[in-house]
């Protein structure tokens, strides 16, 4: 029987240059989406790498999308900045620090802001503008807040101001704490569900009176949807993590999915995500508790050959992370990956940069249950004997995967929470 660990050394290709990523490219061919994992929320050469194979999909593959494990809002002004629908802010360390809610490490760094510089620069010299957009579920009230903006400018005699107005005057009480909100409405009248699910229908039956070259109805659509969306998350926060997980993940797609046929059918899609997200929760554990992912549903929704996903990981290093929910962060020392784990075993089979294409000639190989390392924002190096491994198999939850021998901690900019 054939080990891991040579299998990794028979298939494994060397990763030291950026030309090296050439054979990943190639395998995507004419895939529409493409999950870009990372391993933690806090690991400098996971955004970086991804941030390399992004420009090079632009390039050459013509992707034209870019949506993020971030807040709507916050994402806006960096889609706004990058296609030139706003020159205030004009620099791009500004526009990142418009992410207040914590981490706020997660995009106002400088990983990120190297990215968007380079986006903007590309745009300028293009008809066709890639844009920047958040796809996750927290900015309820923030959301809530731009929808009432925008419509008292355009609309103010509008029964869509008038719905938007009655859902942000049901959810006042709760003081902004989403906590509040989720334990107050485990009493069904004291949800805020009919106010938002109005506003959705209504905006939805409006929105060809909100068009214009900015892209003004998509983001009143989105942020109309993540009300809905989120007030179901904190509902469910309360009841299950599993079901508030699916919940969130479900969220994600559907705004995939809106942002895509918002650009037209040719479409091409990026997503950055963590891991967690982005490879198919249908080959870990995740499966026994009923939860889904990103991944998984796209690949569900979709032909094989447009979802392609790419996973990554570390044997060590250092990372930005934080003790406990809402804490500073901090850069702590990620120990060398736990015996018998998926970064161990590739740490074995040679201890250099690599990555790994799974096909129909390999993928039977690494299909044995393996626990494989996920760092979350709220990070103890003194679990990992434990915790942090989630049982998988790798050559099914993802298309290739990019191993980093040993990493080092994102930077994040000056006042990052």
Partial sequence: MVSLE???KK???????KKDLTPVIDTIG???IVLLGEASHGTSEFYTVRAELTKRLIEEKGF?????????????????????YTTEPSDVMEVLQEFERWPTWMWANEETAEFVSWLKMYNEQKREKVGFYGIDIYSLWESLDEVVTYLSKTNPEGTDLAFAKKALACFQP???HPETYAFSSLDISDACIDEVSKLVSSIRAHEDNYKDEKESDLNLKINAMVAKNAEEYYRAMVRSDELSWNVRDEHMVEAINEIMDYHGKDAKIIVWEHNTHIGDASATDMKESGMINVGQILRQENRKENVFAVGFGTHRGTVIAAD??????KIMDVPPARKESWEDALHNAGAFDKLLIFNEENRS???DWIGHRAIGVEYNPDYEAYANYVPSKIGRRYDAFIYIDQTRALSPLDGGR
């Fill in 64 to 84: 034209s999308i870019i949506a993020i494990e971030g807040n709507w809002p916050s994402t806006q002004h960096i889609n706004r900045f990058v296609k030139g």
């Fill in 324 to 329: 406990e929910w809402g804490y500073p962060y």
């Fill in 365 to 367: 190989l690494f299909n």
């Fill in 174 to 176: 709760f003081n902004r």
């Fill in 6 to 8: 040579e299998s990794i």
């Fill in 11 to 17: 298939y494994a290709l060397p990763f030291e240059t």
């Fill in 30 to 32: 004419d895939a529409k």
